[in-house]
């Protein structure tokens, strides 16, 4: 978007560069309705986009990523907005199924449209994430088929994909494990040589996701410790969407969690997570660091939990409705298209062209879905190991002896 | 609620109560035990009646719960503390094996940590991965810990209760696919439990074969049982309840009467529960047994995702698969 | 070195050296193995000549260290992870049970974590608390791990080699007693392993009993059935070598001959491994059994005080007076 | 020490305030000879006397906490010193009776004295103390035996001492356990409702100790969010004696770890370890805060360990004698001594008698651990359970019987 008048006309809208207001109407701001959360208006917080899709001006905080926003074109900026868009309908669609009774469950990443796919598309195709359980917009943006996805939340596998094709770890759902996971797979890059070379094909790095609860998990600060002693390339990506499922952030932390990696000697950038361009811009000047071999970095990405912690969950009991809707103002994609309207990054037509790929897909994945068969049962005994373990054959032929044997008698009583 | 016949949640709630209004020094901690009332709402309503003092929802990291409630038993507060899922309780094993299993002992009886690890266990729910394990084993291997487990709504409601008053930790599996089924029995609050925490419960009795179970298994076992019976077997079912220590007199009389035993549990079978049941049984039925013990549990694989749990999990027929093969002998 | 006879440390040592000459994807990972060569040495030497990025000190974090020896198996590695004290492998249980262990199947075979936790293991060297625990039952219960115990010189330089081989995770006990006692074979390094891993070995033939042991435990088995001989009796010794899966085969093989198991190992002995060889056994021997196996552990309490530790522990004596309790019947 | 003209008088030795020079003819400073540790020569770093003895001036770093060392007495220094001395002593016959074979192992706190004192007499009686391993110097000033810890170094028990009667907790060895015991206890006293009362007798805290190593662990880091989010009257104090065994501190971060705590929101105090004055300062700072529900604070000692790790370990394998050499001219000691003899604060018969007291506590403890005889061995099976436990009933009683029989025979073989 390599438009010079952008922050101008930011400014000229009136609103304070780095300070995230959600409009007038709305009302006081967040921390005087809500407690328990932290950082808005948070002076550290990188910003490029206001609420309403206006480009704001540079400013001290967001200065240092301006170069790789005003990098972007056009057609990044519709790359983006059409993931946010069919991110946000495969989530739909997800939550859909489970009610339906295709899946037993689903975490739905809604209103974090923003923030996966910012560090999604500012991964490089040698780079390597390692997702939490909510990470449905990076792994999109990684190229991993949702219905995938579906298949471990329909619980016919643990996860079906295979990570080495897209460089994306199977989910993880032990708060934490994945964060250590994703530091000794950047030390394997670092000892590999693939850090530091100059040669963008070879430089590769980790991003590592969780959650403002996971800040918690002594894996998350043993991982901090590790990248920084071994100044692994990775970055930790926290989306910080104000609850871990009904706590809210004041049970976690008292300062904001970006400020954590200080305390471990490496930097921590504060990242409006609903912003698009910011996470975008946020995120890949860290995965520039740490391929460059500048070491590790953590970014928080501001954002809100719009829907339930999962599909099991009732957050009537603990939240309340005035705080969503604080956040459906600061809505993701209305964002990215208001500012692509008014930059004129895109016309009515592709919008368009947009819905209508995502009704395709939703489509799409729900036939697959709805459609996926049960895995053949002795396939229960496969992979357990690499090589014959005498204890899972003996099971397996007790399996298929024990139901043979039914299929003879037809079954007991 | 005197006289009422709840479900086993409901059961575990209303003990969780009276323990409290006992014993101020009682606490609950853990991830969303407060305004939620835990994601299965065993502490709802706890938070709203007693207070945030009491009722704590901490950050989300196992070993600082447990940990930092060794440091509250310490201080001569008695913890209850709810691991959110069976396998969410690995990160705190540490502290439970380092810690809280050994501090009476190291301390020469000076220091007693008198806490209660609740966890919600076992599958046949349709989660995903890590929300359907069957970890007891390795608290039950764990020498200074005790482990009990409930079946039912009534002894939901006591063996909390009992569990609380003990100074030692007790680990507390919790059935959750049985969470919500009703109890046979109404609750005498008033009243007083009829088993000590301890005692294992004939819950069947039978002469031909003794089936050996507790948690979610005593419901398929007393299935089993009733299917065997239309077939003209007569089985006695145990509910284990206390699975460290076991209550070997009960099951040693059991066996020595019928001559054959098969333990059922969801938990893989290799050195699990079962093993030491097993090699218990035939140690001091050594004469009296008709067939070798069979233990019917969960296949020696992680487990599985859940469209394979029914065929993972002991069945009825698994069951009686086992005792046709026990009486085959 | 060909034809050396080594202590158990340098047979580790030598093996260790050798993988890593061999592979140069072998890495070795832990606290203090650099420079010091690890607190017991058996990584000496190797940090020197193989360099920083294949011996790495890491920060005093058991799950850290695990967490990130998986991410380095991801990245196409396979990290040799030493645990300083079988005490201080708890913190990493989480990572070992949730991700180690299943890690391929649930990817369904695409990813594979090639690694192996060297555990130092067991008591006997008068040490404090946490330095001499044996937890092997732990991981033999967790399906999905391998777990193998060297208890000679020979066993450890090949058995260390073959498990860093293997593309699955293994755990890798030492019993850190036997560390400085020479082996009684000399080792050829360019021979091959005349076992495979998964196999375990009749140390010495017999016809009364058999001796199940492995680990530090083989020697006291060997010379309880010195002893034995003494007295005119006549006891089989098995090294199971591999705790997780049995070598069933073998063991069955020898208690239907001699008729008559006895279990010997250092951990508590409830749900403690002999249980599953018990179980085993008195499944698959039933109608060749004299006697029901017996199991002579460690006692189930956490592991005392040094100055107990020789009564803790099972002696000659308390094997051969297993092994009179046996034949009493 | 209320002296008005210390500061005066340091300044004119020629030191500048706030840093920590060794002598001249030592050649060149620490961190230019040792790789791998930090915080020499750091500003931020409190110091009240000089590896001299000398009184620093009161500068911006020290400013907080120079009224407590104003108030100091004469008597306050002699109790100190006393207990350096005593503390080292009663550490040196530890080391002994190792070498003669009457334990199994001792962790020297040789060089960690002032650390350990400061700490020590800062807490007040009904505080409460989580000690690691090596914490020979609190449990002096805490009032427990020194013969109680031999019994656990000899392997007679795990801990012989009630920690009740002390509030000194059982030493812990599983490193960054007892951090979060000290956080929990830390609530328990927030809960009694003794925080924050204004009477002294009333108000307590908890200290938690552990090593620069000990700053890796997950419970480590757990405990300080769980201090952060409730508040706990807890001061972490850890001694950066600059090894862990074999490890030097680039192992475990690369920034000091006092500024751990910054990154969870409470603040992190850089001290001399081997300045008693500013140890005790900082810790009476930091525990008057917590008492007073201010909340916690991470207090880094830097200090070194002067001997090995254990009496196991070999230190030659992995450091230099120059720079144990470098650590010597800061010995704790030799410091407060001669702080005292230049401020009158003890006459050479006050540190005569000292010495004395030090042999005669040294002759008592050498002859009571010799003496200590064996534990009765069914006690093994004491204090398992609170209850009656049947397993270990039966096995008490196999034990027994097998004894008995034993007897009875004389003996197998
Ligand atoms: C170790 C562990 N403990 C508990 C859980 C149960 N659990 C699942 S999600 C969740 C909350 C996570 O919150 P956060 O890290 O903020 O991520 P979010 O769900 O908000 O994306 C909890 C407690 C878990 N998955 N792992
Ligand atoms: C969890 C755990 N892992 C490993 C050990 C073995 N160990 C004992 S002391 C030590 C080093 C501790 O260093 P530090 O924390 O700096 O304390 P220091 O010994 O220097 O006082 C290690 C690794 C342990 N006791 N606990
Ligand atoms: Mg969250
Ligand atoms: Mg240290």
Known sequence: MSDSDVAGQAGTRGHVAGAFEPSPELGPKPPSQVTGHFSDDNPEMVQFVDADGNRLQTNETNAPFAQIVEDMTSEDARIIYRDLVLVRRIDAEGFALQRQGELGLWPSLFGQEAAQVGAGRALRDHDYAFPGYREHGVAWCRGVDPVSLFGMFRGVNHGGWDSNENNFHLYTIVIGNQMLHAVGYAMGIAADGDVGTGDPERDAAVMAFTGDGGTSQGDFNEALVFAAVTNAPVVFFVQNNQWAISEPNDKQFIIPPYQRARGFGFPGVLVDGNDPLATYAVAKDALDKARNGQGPTLIEAYTYRMGAHTTSDDPTKYRSDAEVEIWKHKDPIKRMRGFMEERGHADPDFFAAVDAEADEIAARIRTACQGMPDPELPTMFDHQYTEPHPVVEAEREEFLAYHAGFAEEGGRA | ?329
């Open chain 2, 1 to 329: 609620m005197s006289g009422a016949r709840l479900t086993l949640a409901k059961g575990l709630n209303a003990g969780l109560r009276k323990a409290m209004d006992k014993d101020p020094k009682v606490v609950l901690m853990g991830e969303d035990v407060g305004k939620l009332g835990g994601v299965f709402r065993i502490t709802e309503g706890l938070q709203k009646d007693f207070g945030e003092h009491r009722v704590l929802d901490t950050p989300l990291a196992e070993s600082g719960i447990v940990g930092t409630a060794v440091g509250l038993a310490l201080r001569g507060y008695r913890p209850v503390v709810e691991i959110q899922f069976d396998g969410f309780v690995y990160p705190a094993f540490d502290q439970i094996v380092s810690q809280v299993a050994k501090m009476h002992a190291r301390s020469l009886g000076h220091l007693k940590v008198p806490m209660v690890i609740r966890i919600p266990c076992g599958g046949g729910i349709g989660a995903v991965e890590h929300h359907s394990e069957s970890n007891e084993a390795y608290f039950a291997h764990t020498a200074g810990l005790r482990v009990v487990s409930c079946s039912n709504a009534a002894d939901a409601y006591w063996m909390i209760q009992q569990a609380i008053e003990t100074d030692d930790p007790v680990i507390f599996f919790e059935p959750k696919r049985r969470y919500h089924e009703r109890g046979e029995t109404e609750i005498d609050e008033g009243g007083a439990p009829d088993l000590g925490l301890y005692d294992a419960r004939v819950v069947r009795e039978g002469t031909d074969a003794t089936l050996l179970c507790y948690g979610p298994m005593v419901k398929t076992c007393l299935q089993a049982a009733a299917a065997a019976e239309e077939e003209g077997r007569n089985l006695e079912v145990i509910d284990l309840r206390s699975l460290s220590p076991l209550d070997l007199p009960t099951i040693t009389a059991s066996v020595k009467k019928t001559g054959r035993a098969v333990i059922v549990h969801e938990a893989q079978t290799f050195v699990g529960l079962g093993a030491e049941i097993a090699a218990r049984v035939q140690e001091e039925c050594f004469y009296h047994l008709e067939a070798p013990v069979l233990r019917v549990g969960g296949y020696n694989i992680p487990y599985p995702p859940s469209r394979f749990e029914e065929e993972f999990l002991p069945t009825l027929d698994r069951v009686l698969d086992a005792v046709d093969r026990s009486l085959a002998h």
